[in-house]
Every structure is written in structure tokens, then in C-alpha cells.
């Protein structure tokens, strides 16, 4: 069952705007037809983004299926004039007064397009104006880039549902040599503006390329989510025995090839990568950290505020888990030596084995279901999510490069649900209290809700409907946590407590170690260390997310000023209420009308009646 569109929502979260009963509403502001043609002209440009979101002519065998995006520089050169040009098309685009939804929709289409262009000049990098992390300095890292994104799509977000889309699937695969011929000289390209990556993403990019490279080619994770994903399809047998064996031959001689010259390539960058961690090494590098903290962010803070603002929630938090470790009579050593111990206490651990993992991904899948079943607790009846929520281990290739957990949200249409990933590379990094709090981040309350219920918005413009705003969509996940808190789901469960403060202080470190690394030009070396003892997460873990924030500049702020805003605004409505504040209306406020600006949450905020 379809939930409430757009307009429907939207009344409901500010009925101040309605119009008397006695009154004929006013005819909606034709917005959606010139904000669907900007998507459609960007989306030509970016099809990688197209079969993520499962748009139409990317899904089952669609031209945009068959093609990676252009990431040659002239390939980035077109995309970014697209942009500016998306920009220009949408300014003269209006809405009368009286259209508040529209209205709002039009400055979130805007602050979509004005991120996207804010560091169009500086040339390096990628631009991405539907991810969350902005504007890259690095194509090729660890963590993300054509060489991950694209197979990692192909294996689980492209569709295989048809023999076309099987067809399109082969093809992309058969594409592979001109598009990494394009992402090398991208490469190249950035290297002679300036612009060369740290030696230690370099370094831990390369075993990445190997893992593609490894085994067997039947075996490969790419044929492996062909067979598995045609046959579950249904497709005819004899179909599927062809197709694997043109996939095979194209994963041989086109796709391993590519990235062989890619990892040439990276490998011979290695001896001249950058010893400094941060942005403020490279070209502008200042200027595009200011331009990604106001994108990534939503903040005009300068860097060095936002470093005071970590150190004071790092005291502020590091105080509440003293005292809940005191209370069980852990005194000794730092916060975060007393959180490794209680860490790698066996009776914390699942066991290092494939039942282990297999014993966790249950639990995990448990504590989503639970949350489920309280949905009337958090949101009004007509926002409750039906869409389901797939739990999976990250793959073995990519898996120790990526973070902790993350989420991939639903198609447009419904068709793929979300699924919630979580990283078992090191089974002592991943201690029983600390699985509570991610999932309820990755899933519900957090990403996977607010997914659901944006995916909903069916009558809005296609544009809105992918855009990313991670202050908004990161700052919801971790107030996700703090709401799940808040409604006793760790009041029995005294360890999880501690794992959620131990998660919120993480957060908190990152405003420290981010600002500190791309503007106070802190070493990688003194950002691990500084992570590592105050948080006394696994170094494992601790590693891998430095080396992400070094890859993706301002990224991680957008949690703690994300939660912080989110926050203000949900205290600023409960004042102007007073006892007719319900947790659920403001829930319902930031969640109905999609990702946006933190400002343009609290402008309908402030539109609701007081008291």
C-alpha cells in the first residue's frame, strides 16, 4: 500500500497553512514538469546514480543501464557545466505565495544545485550532487570510486529481473575498458592540477583493485550475483547458462583488464601520494573544505568552532559513560581503556566463525523487528513504513575499506527494499552492546524510515527524490539513536546504554579529528591515536574510519550538527507547544516532505501554531 503523497503529508505536518474549510484551495503550482526535465538531463549524465535510485530508464534493460558515467575529464567538464546549467534552468521556475509546499520544494531543488556548483571551479575530484559526500578531492580510494560504486551496484541494485536487463547488465560489464580508460586519465588529470591523494589511501586502495582481480572468474562476486539474482528471477535456464558464459567472457577480457591498468596506475602514484592527511595540502584545498562543510554540514561555522563544539560534546558525553562505568565498578584507566576492556570481554563477542556471523546477522535482524512493532510510538499512522529491511554482511572484497554499517535505501518504485550492511571483517570490532544502537541508525528509527517515508512522496519531482542533504538524513540517524534511548529500549540492557554513549562520543570525536586533519593539519597518525584512546573502539575500525574521513572531507561532521540542529528545532517546538506537544508531530514535521535543508525544518516549525 502507497503512503500518503506529498501534498497530503505536507498538510498534515503544518496546518497552519491550510486554507479556511469554506475555501477553495488553490490549483498546485506547476512545478513538477521543469524539475522533472532538470533530472532527467542531469541523470544523462550520471546513470550510476539513475540505476541506484532505480529510475525508469535504468531499470529492467533502460538506456541508462548499460553505461557507467563519464569520468574522463571531459566527462566531469560536461557534468559540472550540466549542473550550472540545471541551476540556470531552475531559476526563473516560481511559485505564488499561497503554494507553501511547492514553495518549499523549489528551495530544496535550489540548495541542490547550489551545493552541487558551490566548488565547480576548483578542479579536481568528483562532484556528486545526489550522494552524501559531495565534492571528493580523490576519484580512486578505498572507500568509494567507479572501481567499488560500480560493481557493488551491479552485484545488488541493478536489475537482472528480464533477459533485456540481463542484456544491459553485459553490456555495462563489456564498457568497462573505455570507462576505466576515462577514470585513469581523470586520475592523471587531477595529479598534474595538483591534486595527488595520501600514500596511505593510495596504499589501501590497491588491495581493493586485487580483490577484483583474485580468483577464479566464475567464482567472481560479479557472476556469482548473476547467477544468483537471474535464477531467483526466474529466468529460463538456458537464457542464464548464455548469459553467464558472455559475462564471464567479458569479466576476462574487458573488466579485469580495466582494472589492471587501473591498479598500475594507482600503484605507480604510490611513491609520490602525499604524506599529509588533509585537505588543506592540496590546491584550494581550504576553500573546497569550507565549500563541503557547508554542503555536507549544513553549517557557516569556520573549521576551528567546529572543533571546540567536538571537544566540549567529547567532555560532556566522555562524563555520562565515567559515571555509568563507575556504577559497575570500572574506575581505572581512561573511557575509552575501560570500553576496550568491556569490548573484548568474551561474553561480549560473538564467536570469529561463519556461525558466529550467522548468529549476529540474526540478532541484528531481531532488535530491527522489535523496533518495528513500536512504529505507532514514533510516527502518525499514515507515515508508518510497510517497505521491508534486508540485513546482509558487507562483501568480503570490499569489506575492509568500508565503515561499520551503512544503508542503501529502496528503489523508487518500491521493488528493491533497503538493506541495512554491516561490516564482519573483525569480529572484535563488532562488541554485542555496541549492535543496538547501529541498527537503530541504519534502520528503524533511522535511515531506513526516513528512507521509506521519502520514497513515498510519490507526487514529488524526481529531483527531490533522490537528493541527499547528509547533515539532514546523518543528523536523523543519530538522533534516531538518542529517540530509541528515550523510549526505554535500554532499560534493561545497561551495556547498550553504554554502547549508544560510546557511538553519540564517535560522533562527537569526528568533529575533532575531521576539522582537525583538513584545517589544524593533524597527521593521520595523531588523528588515530586521538580517536583510539578517547573512544576505545577497535584500532581496526578506529583505522579504517580515519583513512573514510581523509576521502571524504566533512562527511562525517554532518552527524553531530546534523543531531545538534535537529535537536534545537524538536525543543524550540515543544516550548512554543507547550502540553500539546506530541514527539510523533514533529517526527512527522522533519520526515515528511524528504531530505532538505536543516534551515527549511525549522522554517515549518516555526509555521506551526503555538500554544
Known amino acids: 500500500m502507497r503512503l500518503l503523497g506529498g501534498g497530503a503529508i505536507a498538510a498534515w505536518a503544518a496546518p497552519s497553512l491550510l ?119 580523490y576519484l580512486v580510494t578505498q572507500i568509494a570510486g567507479p572501481h567499488i560504486d560500480t560493481p557493488n551496484a551491479m552485484q545488488a541494485q541493478q536489475s537482472l529481473a528480464t533477459p533485456q536487463a540481463v542484456d544491459a547488465w553485459i553490456a555495462k560489464l563489456d ?38 582481480l583474485a580468483g577464479p572468474e566464475a567464482d567472481h562476486p560479479l557472476i556469482a550475483a548473476l547467477r544468483t539474482r537471474t535464477d531467483a528471477a526466474r529466468l529460463d535456464a538456458s537464457f542464464r547458462a548464455k548469459a553467464e558464459e558472455r559475462a564471464i567472457t ?85 573511557i575509552g581503556a575501560r570500553m576496550d576492556a568491556l569490548a573484548h570481554d568474551p561474553a561480549n563477542l560473538f564467536a570469529d566463525s561463519d556461525r558466529g ?109 533522490i537528493a541527499s542533504f547528509n547533515a539532514y538524513q546523518e543528523g536523523w540517524g543519530l538522533y534516531a539513536e538518542q529517540l530509541a534511548a528515550e523510549m526505554g529500549a535500554y532499560a534493561g540492557d545497561p551495556l547498550g546504554n553504554l554502547g549508544r554513549l560510546q557511538d553519540e562520543l564517535f560522533r562527537a570525536v569526528r568533529l575533532v579529528v575531521d576539522t582537525g586533519m583538513h584545517a589544524m593539519r593533524w597527521s593521520r597518525e595523531q588523528a588515530i591515536a586521538y580517536m583510539r584512546d578517547v573512544t576505545g573502539v577497535a584500532e581496526s575500525r578506529v583505522v579504517a574510519e580515519i583513512e573514510r574521513y581523509m576521502a571524504w572531507p566533512a562527511q562525517a561532521l554532518g552527524y553531530k550538527l546534523g543531531q545538534i540542529r535537529l535537536l534545537e528545532i524538536r525543543d524550540a517546538m515543544a516550548k512554543a507547544r507547550g502540553r500539546r506537544f506530541d514527539r510523533r508531530q514533529f517526527h512527522a514535521l522533519v520526515l515528511a516532505n524528504g531530505p532538505m535543508p536543516l534551515d527549511l525544518v525549522a522554517g515549518q516549525a516555526d509555521q506551526l501554531p503555538s500554544r
Not at 109 to 136: D, E, K, M, T, W
Not at 180 to 193: L, M
Not at 256 to 272: G, S, Y
Not at 446 to 451: D, L, P
Open 357 to 465: 556471523r550467522a548468529d549476529l546477522l540474526d540478532y541484528v535482524r531481531g532488535l530491527v523487528r522489535q523496533m518495528e512493532e513500536r512504529y505507532a510510538q514514533i510516527l502518525p499512522s499514515a507515515l508508518i513504513p510497510t517497505q521491508p529491511l534486508e540485513v546482509r554482511r558487507i562483501p568480503l572484497a570490499t569489506e575492509d575499506g568500508a565503515p561499520g554499517g551503512f544503508y542503501d535505501g529502496p528503489s523508487l518504485d518500491g521493488s528493491r527494499p533497503g538493506t541495512y550492511w554491516i561490516n564482519l571483517r573483525d569480529m572484535n570490532a563488532v562488541a554485542r552492546f555496541r549492535l543496538p544502537t547501529l541498527s537503530y541508525h541504519e534502520g528503524v528509527p533511522g535511515h531506513h524510515t526516513q528512507s521509506c517515508i521519502a520514497l513515498a512522496l510519490g507526487e514529488a519531482p524526481l529531483l527531490l527524490r
Open 250 to 334: 567479458a569479466l576476462r577480457k574487458r573488466a579485469r583488464p580495466a582494472f589492471q591498468a587501473l591498479r598500475r596506475q594507482m600503484a605507480a602514484m604510490l611513491p609520490r601520494g602525499r604524506a599529509e592527511a588533509g585537505l588543506w595540502a592540496q590546491p584550494q584545498g581550504e576553500a573546497l573544505y569550507a565549500a563541503n562543510v557547508l554542503a555536507l554540514a549544513d553549517s557557516h561555522l569556520p573549521a576551528e568552532d567546529i572543533h571546540a563544539i567536538g571537544q566540549s560534546e567529547v567532555a560532556r558525553i566522555s562524563a555520562a559513560m565515567g559515571d555509568l562505568l563507575a556504577a559497575r565498578g570500572l574506575t581505572r584507566g581512561s
Open 19 to 137: 486554507s479556511p474549510a469554506a475555501a477553495k484551495p488553490p490549483p498546485p503550482c506547476p512545478i513538477r514538469a521543469p524539475l522533472d526535465a532538470i533530472a532527467d538531463r542531469l541523470l544523462a549524465h550520471t546513470p550510476e546514480t539513475a540505476v541506484y535510485n532505480g529510475v525508469a530508464d535504468a531499470d529492467v534493460g533502460g538506456p541508462l543501464a548499460t553505461r557507467l558515467d563519464d569520468y574522463s575529464p571531459a566527462g566531469e567538464v560536461a557534468w559540472r557545466a550540466a549542473l550550472a546549467q540545471a541551476a540556470a534552468d531552475l531559476a526563473p521556475v516560481a511559485c505564488g505565495k499561497d503554494d507553501d509546499l511547492a514553495r518549499l520544494r523549489l528551495a530544496t531543488a535550489a540548495n541542490i544545485l547550489a551545493n552541487a556548483n558551490r566548488s565547480a571551479a576548483i578542479p579536481y575530484g568528483r562532484i556528486n550532487a545526489f550522494n552524501f559526500s559531495g565534492h571528493v578531492p
Open 175 to 212: 564498457s568497462f575498458p573505455a570507462a576505466f580508460a576515462g577514470v585513469i586519465e581523470k586520475v592523471r588529470a587531477d595529479e598534474a592540477a595538483g591534486a595527488v591523494p595520501p600514500a596511505a589511501l593510495i596504499a589501501r586502495t590497491l588491495p581493493v583493485l586485487d580483490a577484483f
